[in-house]
């Protein structure tokens, strides 16, 4: 009809937009674009992370130009499987170390109860394994007391094997609880370490040491008294203190 203009024609889903816009159809989902997503959330795992970032960059290629959605999730799995992946890693590192270190612990003990006079450099070797608070609480003679002590009862120690960890009554916190099983000259005795949860992840320092029943910190308890006892302990018999002398007869 004159004086109107021209309607668009109609079009269908999927055909071709009026005045030359995109198709008008459902953009499908990209499945890498999701893939990447979902395994970036899961980067705690290792190697996820790594797979997250190829689907990733993948994802983005195929999304990009509006071909299928989903482009937004490529692009964050890449800096989350970042994040994720790198705290993978630290974590498997923090595990190995405190494994590596735990393991070594045989190693470190068993010098304390080898053959040989205590003054070869053993006082020392313990004063490196003990904690700070350790160190303060016990003094070279009672450390070597207590080494004495073990050495009458077990003899010298012939091998240690791998740590386990135990339980003991009225520990407060069991998983601080490492028991070495040793084999002595006179029989097997079990080496107990006390260490605090903290001290497990880092540095592998003992708060408290027990070869077959024998305790360094009783051992030290008791020469604490000892000692109390005989500081108290009169030094001889008072004389009669005598009276002045007045001059009276």
């Not at 029943?213 to 500081?231: D, F, P, Q, W």
């Amino acid at each position: 009809m004159a004086g109107y203009p021209t309607p668009p024609p109609p079009y269908q889903i999927g055909g071709p937009g009026p005045y030359g816009q995109p198709p008008d159809y459902p953009r499908a989902w990209s499945a890498l674009a999701i893939a990447a997503f979902v395994l970036a959330l899961l980067g705690f795992l290792g190697c996820t992370a790594v797979l997250a970032i190829a689907l990733g960059i993948a994802g983005i290629a195929v999304t990009r130009g509006g071909r299928r959605r989903g482009m937004g999730l490529a692009i964050a799995s890449i800096p989350i499987a970042l994040v994720t992946g790198t705290i993978s890693v630290l974590a498997a590192l923090l595990i190995y170390d405190m494994a590596v270190g735990l393991l070594r612990l045989p190693e470190r003990v068993q010098p304390l109860f080898a053959a040989g006079d205590f003054g070869d450099g053993r006082i020392e070797r313990f004063r490196d394994l003990a904690s700070e608070s350790l160190n303060a609480k016990v003094s070279d003679a009672q450390v070597e007391a207590w080494l004495q002590r073990v050495r009458e009862k077990h003899g010298t120690v012939v091998k240690t094997d791998t740590p386990t960890q135990g339980n003991t009554a009225g520990a407060k916190d069991p998983a601080a609880i490492l028991r070495i099983p040793a084999q002595f000259v006179n029989g097997a005795a079990t080496i107990q370490l006390e260490m605090k949860p903290e001290q497990l992840l880092t540095d592998q320092e003992i708060d408290g040491i027990d070869v077959g029943g024998i305790s360094l910190l009783a051992v030290a308890a008791e020469s604490e008294k000892a000692g109390a006892a005989e500081t108290e302990k009169p030094s001889g018999t008072e004389q009669p203190t005598k009276p002045p002398d007045n001059g009276s007869p």
